[in-house]
């Protein structure tokens, strides 16, 4: 009895250290996403994030103004996806700022999704000139899920 126990430990050893990469990959998994072009009649010119899980908050963030000019906004099955945004707020026009998504991940072990994204450094303005800005934005669609969604933002140096 005593070699049979030795044995089943020594095997669940074994199982448990080939399990412990399994484990750590389930900690923090990709979550597959789509970035969506710019969109024109976006009235969002504050510094924030949002989750869009619903027509009407997703409509929300469009000038009505604008539909006649730019069409309405894009079509989201929101049964099976959401949109989660990230807003910067005014940025010069000039050259051509984006915002990087890192990673879209969903933490199990804290039951929620991780979105990191990259700001942007403003470039000085050259030379004397009337400041112009546009908003900086960037849209991601993410399937369904009822879990909180965290932003991480990640300065550039």
Known sequence: MGNLIRTLFVVFSAL????????AADYARDIPYQKLESIYGVNVGDKRQVVFRDDVTWNSI???????????????????????????GG????????????SVKENVRNKKIVISYKVPKVDPPEGISLPSFTTLYTLVV???????VEFVEVKEE
């Not at 006649?68 to 894009?74: A, I, N």
């Not at 940025?91 to 890192?102: A, D, M, N, S």
């Not at 399937?143 to 909180?148: I, Q, V």
């Open 16 to 23: 448990i250290s080939t399990m412990s990469p399994v484990l």
């Open 62 to 88: 469009f000038y009505k103004e604008s539909y006649g000019v730019y069409g309405p906004p894009p079509k989201i099955n929101f049964r099976e996806n959401m949109v989660a945004g990230i807003f910067l």
């Open 91 to 102: 940025y010069p026009v000039g050259r051509k700022y984006e915002i990087p998504i890192l």
């Open 142 to 148: 993410i399937p369904a899920s009822g879990k909180n």
